[in-house]
């Protein structure tokens, strides 16, 4: 389990998750309600739709690295949390637009590494079943 590459991937990937409720996304001025600009930090934590879905990437990648003697369902929930960040990182993308000025912030990097990690994983994944498979094949 820990020997292996996507346990790297996975937990950087978890971390990375992790550390996208803390540093913000985005930075700007937004006009609220009362018609009035206001300097806000797009975090995580700012909307609950990508609250959830980071906090359910994180806690799919630790459930994965659990899951390391069952490489199929691995594989698909690794899959399913690539396709969950790409969305979320979409959802980020249409919160900018709600700011009237601003710019994305240095530590956006760390959400959109979290496809790269989970890509990475996936593919140590395969390549774990792969050589499982043709092992098997030469008994």
């Known amino acids: 389990m820990i020997q292996r590459i996507q346990t790297l991937w996975l937990t950087l990937a978890a971390l990375a998750s ?3 409720l ?3 996304f985005y930075s700007g001025n937004k006009i609220d ?3 009035v ?3 806000i930090e797009l ?3 700012t909307n609950f739709i990508i609250l ?3 906090v359910g990437i994180a806690v799919t990648a630790i459930i994965v690295i659990i899951l390391y003697k069952d490489r199929k369902m691995q594989f698909r929930l690794t899959v399913l949390s690539l396709v969950i960040s790409i969305l979320n990182l979409f959802l980020y993308y249409n919160e900018t637009k709600k700011f009237t000025e601003g710019n994305p912030d240095i530590t956006a990097l760390i959400s959109l590494v979290i496809p ?3 890509f990475f994983a996936a593919r140590g994944i395969y390549k774990d079943d792969k050589l499982i498979k043709s092992a098997d094949r030469l008994r």
């Open 18 to 20: 992790l550390l996208t």
């Open 43 to 45: 975090t995580a934590t």
């Open 116 to 118: 790269v990690f989970l």
């Open 33 to 35: 309600a009362t018609k």
């Open 22 to 24: 803390k540093f913000s």
């Open 52 to 54: 959830v879905l980071t």
């Open 37 to 39: 600009k206001k300097w």
